[in-house]
């Protein structure tokens, strides 16, 4: 009801780490982050982003005019792809060095805002490579300065200290986590989200719910995870279907966006599990797949594996998408298959046969949660333990409906 208060044509400034530019419009605060750049001495960036929603969405032209304004030069890297890669990664610090870029600014979704934020590392730290990044042969301690344009409701990376890449050879999608890569500054506008094809609207969004059921769930969950988780799903079982209706739905997008923004703080203090922990192997092996249809795919067994470790808290935070539950330990199972539901509710009932996955790669799949460096730091903190029998179940239970 509160949401009917809210005019969305207002651009708020939110403080997290990151200064947010938020509501309908906010792309026109590029000026004034051009601005400060330029008082800064940066006079020469990278644009990080896909091949067409950069300017398809029309926040290209905001950005271009204002660089130009501000005699800031730039160049473009425009070839990051769903599930960037340590290529990308790569490729795009050594334009960057060689034009002599002092910050990068990312257009898209998450990828080129990981991507973007890698880069960022890469030019302080010019003698290591994507491949050592994601290694973690080394520990970076400072980046150039990350201005993070949103594209989409989902990934909440404009606003914590994380990225995802891929190192393609090793099936590796590992992710880091460091201070230095929190954004300068983010603006999230949806007006800019109305393009997102209907496929995306709903796996952007179903990796937000993802986001804050881990986060209000992990071992280090705190009061400030868990509340944020609920009213993020909130939003999200009100929204989603709303902007499924009708794309150009403003009010739906913002609150998307809203939620998505939220989800990205809640798990940059509640981290992350089983459900990124087990996912990130799956679009390794196929970069294909969607982040949020993986997600989508795993997420019941999940919470058929971790109902009876926090049963109180996913009633509460879960009533929106799975209504009349009572936190009784034993729920596990219905809790599980009213996700399900919900899932096939908004059109999204995959599972893991239907991607190409079959009974023969579980134990690939198990084995890549253990060697991919990072995923290991997630399972530690999962709810139901740090266990090789737990990780199998959810990718077998994934297979089929439950």
């Not at 419009?25 to 960036?45: Q, T």
């Amino acid at each position: 009801m509160w949401e009917k208060d809210i005019d969305i044509n207002e651009v708020r400034e939110i403080r997290t780490r990151t200064n947010v530019y938020f509501g309908v419009g906010a792309i026109k605060k590029i000026s004034d982050i051009a601005k400060v750049l330029k008082d800064k001495g940066i006079d020469k960036v990278i644009v990080m982003s896909g091949r067409n929603a950069y300017k398809a969405t029309g926040a290209w032209d905001y950005v271009e005019k204002a660089l130009k304004d501000n005699g800031i030069g730039y160049v473009n890297y425009a070839e990051v792809t769903p599930n960037p890669n340590t290529h990308h990664v790569n490729d795009a610090t050594k334009l960057a060095k060689d034009f002599g870029a002092k910050a990068v600014i990312a257009i898209g979704g998450g990828s080129p805002t990981d991507a973007g934020k890698s880069v960022a590392i890469l030019l302080e730290y010019p003698n290591y490579t994507a491949e050592d990044l994601y290694e973690f042969k080394f520990a970076p301690e400072k980046a150039v300065p990350i201005v993070s344009i949103n594209l989409t409701h989902g990934t909440g990376t404009e606003t914590n200290r994380f990225a995802v890449v891929t190192n393609l050879e090793k099936n590796f999608k590992p992710a880091i986590a460091y201070d230095c890569i929190y954004p300068m500054f983010a603006i999230d506008d949806p007006q800019l989200m109305t393009k997102l094809s209907p496929k995306q609207t709903r796996y952007v969004s179903i990796d937000a719910v993802n986001h804050v059921v881990e986060a209000a769930t992990s071992k280090v969950a705190s009061p400030y995870s868990i509340s944020l988780a609920k009213q993020v799903i909130e939003l999200v079982a009100k929204y989603l279907p709303k902007a499924i209706a009708n794309p150009d739905d403003l009010e739906a997008r913002y609150f998307l966006c809203y939620a998505a923004m939220m989800g990205g703080v809640s798990f940059d203090n509640g981290l992350l599990h089983y459900t990124h922990a087990l996912e990130h192997p799956l679009s390794a092996v196929k970069p294909e797949l969607s982040h949020g249809l993986g997600l989508a795919i795993l997420l019941p067994a999940v919470i058929k594996t971790i109902y009876k470790d926090c049963p109180n808290v996913l009633s509460d935070i879960l009533a929106p998408i799975a209504p009349n539950l009572t936190g009784n330990p034993d729920e596990a199972e219905k809790a599980a298959k009213l996700v399900q539901d919900w899932l096939i509710s908004v059109d999204v009932p995959q599972k893991l046969e239907d991607e190409g996955f079959t009974q023969a790669d579980v134990e690939k799949l198990t084995d890549l949660v253990y060697t991919t460096p990072s995923l290991g730091g997630l399972i530690d903190i999962a709810p139901s333990g740090n266990n090789r029998d737990v990780v199998r179940s959810i990718y077998q239970d994934s297979l089929t409906k439950l």
